[in-house]
């Protein structure tokens, strides 16, 4: 039976819960790299919804922000950043481009410019390398706010970046001297 388009968006979904937030969902756990057993996430998630290995890989390979991997047998899957749960996904520290940018809502404009930007719930900040993808995930949020951030000027003042698999640029947090509002 083939799924829909939506139906594996609605699916990938939920998997991206499961993997980067809340594995006991399903009773499942990840490893300290964040990675689960393939048959126990299937196995977990097919009590409440239809999912084979086919329609897993499906999600894998063609999701647009290839949020999943798996380890060199396909026998373990992990969400490639965006945890809440305390793991390593083994990223490398990398010199970031000069600039980088952050997608978000208006309505947190008081609070970033307050903090900075912050993990919150998360493990790290995601940062975009291009204004077009920050300007996607801060759609999510309601009316758009983006931040560009001096990422050159970070990292000669010692934080570090990291590159997700999927082309995310993570840090711990950017405080406010190193951003600026860009005028859309």
């Known amino acids: ?50 999912i084979t290995k086919e329609i897993l890989d499906d999600i894998v390979n063609n999701n647009n922000k290839k949020r999943y991997s798996y380890n060199e047998d396909h026998t373990k899957i992990r969400a490639n950043q965006g945890h809440s749960v305390k793991v390593d996904v083994e990223l490398s520290a990398v010199t970031p481009p000069d600039v980088l940018y952050h997608g978000t809502a208006t309505r947190f404009k008081e609070s970033i410019d307050k903090d900075g930007l912050i993990p919150k719930s998360r ?17 999510r949020h309601g009316k758009i706010l983006i931040y560009i951030v001096d990422a050159k000027k970070m990292y000669e003042d010692g934080f570090k970046f990291y590159l997700s698999l999927n082309k995310v640029y993570l840090t711990d947090k950017v405080p406010i001297q190193y951003l600026k509002v860009l005028n859309l």
């Open 123 to 139: 493990l790290h900040v995601h940062l975009s390398s291009d204004i077009e993808t920050a300007k996607q995930v801060g759609m």
């Open 1 to 50: 039976m083939d799924k829909s388009k939506k139906d594996l968006e609605t699916l990938g979904k939920y998997i991206s819960l499961i993997l980067r937030h809340k594995p006991d969902v399903i009773n499942i756990t990840l490893d300290e790299h964040g990675y689960a057993n393939v048959s126990d996430l299937i196995n977990g998630i097919s009590k409440t919804h239809h």
